[in-house]
């Protein structure tokens, strides 16, 4: 068996602390944006109606803040990312530059958009979130540092323990993520398998 790719335990840097519950994929990424062919470039048009007015002036949002600029960490509240199950939501955050999500709660289909991505997905108690988001507004300098391993966030010597899928885990730290990819590495035991089934042979034949 081909060895997989897995992504680094731990995440380090700075945060984006986006407030606000019931935050849907519609707000991350607006539909008109799903027309694209492929997802390049969606990094440029995530939470694009929150940021922007209808003249294309900007408005009061993190992502439009010089302080968070390159921060590769995202801080929300609860139900982040509700509404539909569309993919392009995980991706536009993924292709912004965030690797991993810390968040009170998460719709299910958004998280498990996110493992498939290789963004790990972490929740943690309402008063401990709001700590880290106050921490990132005011020192957005400090640095995160995010354990897949441990469940855990650290900065400034602070550890702040956190929740995760076992399975979304266990897939993000042995390389089992990429489904494709997974599926691609093992190509060769797959048609062996394939090839030996009797109802495919005669179908075959």
């Not at 380090?12 to 407030?19: C, D, L, N, S």
């Not at 700590?131 to 400034?156: G, H």
């Not at 702040?160 to 997974?182: K, P």
């Amino acid at each position: 068996m081909s060895e997989s790719k897995s992504i680094a335990n731990i995440i380090k840097g700075r945060a984006i602390p986006v407030t606000g519950n019931d935050i849907d994929t519609d707000r991350i990424i607006p539909a008109r944006f799903l027309r694209c062919v492929t997802f390049e470039g969606l990094g440029e048009q995530v939470f694009r109606d929150e940021r922007y007015d209808i003249e294309g002036l900007q408005k009061d949002h993190p992502f439009n803040e010089e302080k968070y600029s390159g921060g590769s960490i995202l801080i929300v509240n609860s139900n982040f990312g509700c509404g539909s199950s569309r993919e392009h939501a995980p991706q536009a955050i993924m292709r912004y530059g965030i690797r991993g999500i810390i968040g009170e709660s998460f719709a299910e289909i958004f998280a498990g958009n996110c493992t498939s991505l290789g963004i790990p997905v972490l929740t943690g108690k309402a008063s401990a979130i709001q700590q880290l988001q106050k921490q990132a507004e005011r020192y957005p300098e400090t640095v995160f540092s995010l354990s897949i391993d441990e469940k855990s966030v650290v900065y400034n010597g602070k550890k702040v323990v956190l929740e995760m899928s076992d399975s979304a885990r266990t897939a993000l730290l042995g390389g089992t993520w990429d489904t494709l990819d997974v599926l691609l590495k093992n190509r060769e035991a797959i048609e062996k398998v394939h090839s030996g089934l009797p109802y495919v042979t005669n179908f075959n034949n």
